[in-house]
């Protein structure tokens, strides 16, 4: 329950394969009277180095090493990425500055001292040599911080911290906004299911499907990912293929949501029902609609070699997702 005694709405959590609509759907969601949009992906819940990954070092992954290196990573998405401070796409990335710098980096230190058990500083061997005897170069170190984290033989303790931490961050960016609940918008959401739901066992999690051939086309055109038909062929099609192989088990549970894009930017009004009800929220006949165009533009854009080559190659994925 919620402070005022009403019942906590469900979290909601977007995925996708990339360029399928969960930009769209959580601008859309995030217009609904009682949802918070989250403005940024989040990154750090199921990326590489993240709480995903975080859950099953500290568990059944354990080692002081490999602790050490899970630590190191978080660390890097906390501190580095969501700062915008990497070298990479992620870079200018405003996450910690809508949420508000001093409730982040406070909720940041208090995940710390909940996960690190202790610290000490590891002997470094000189690497020069002179007359047999070992030297030391200009600004060489002799030691390594190595950061070594708890134990958990209890899952179910870490995941709690791990949500205390989210919740920290998105029901207070909720609260602050006016809102019940919050809508994050991360792609490989999609992938990552199991994990989100163990976070918080009543989230929503939507799915934005859109026609591979479309999906493709409108990958070659963005700068993080490949901008060659072959390329980015190769880079979405595993994506489809994991999430294919555990589909069957997330269409049986009401958690999981699918949306296609196609049919949301055409059938909006009479869609928006039946979604809200499975996402637990009340309607909303204010809520903002799909742009339509948006949803279909990328079919009219390729050559017919460029289509007929996607159609062959992502025939069976088609096929299964009513396309073909």
Known sequence: MTDSGRQQLPRLFVGGTGRSGTTQMTRVLGSHRLVHPLPWESRFIVDPGGLEDLARTLTTGYTPYAADDALTRLSMLLGERLTGRTMDCFRGWGFVRDLGPP????????????????????????????????????YERTGNRRVIARYFTDRGELIAILRRFVST????????????????????????????????????????????????????????????????????????????????????????????????GLRWPELRSALMDKLGLPADDQMLGFDSQRAMHRQTELTPPDKHAMLGRFADIREALGYA
């Open 103 to 138: 409730r982040y980096w406070h909720a940041v230190d208090e995940l710390w001292r909940s996960l690190v058990w202790y610290e000490f500083d590891e002997h470094v061997p000189l690497a020069g040599y002179l007359d047999g005897q070992r030297v030391r170069l200009p």
């Open 169 to 264: 961050l998105f029901d207070s960016a909720a609260l602050n906004a006016g809102k019940r609940t919050w809508v994050e918008k991360t792609p490989f959401n999609l992938l990552s299911a199991e994990f989100l739901w163990e976070l918080y066992p009543d989230a929503r999690v939507v799915h934005m499907i859109r026609d591979p051939v479309a999906v493709v086309a409108s990958h070659r055109d963005q700068p993080w990912a490949p901008d060659t038909l072959e390329h980015a062929m190769n880079w979405v099609e595993p994506i489809y293929r994991r999430w294919l192989a555990v589909r069957p088990a997330l269409l049986a549970d009401e958690r999981y949501v699918e949306v296609r894009l196609e049919d949301a």
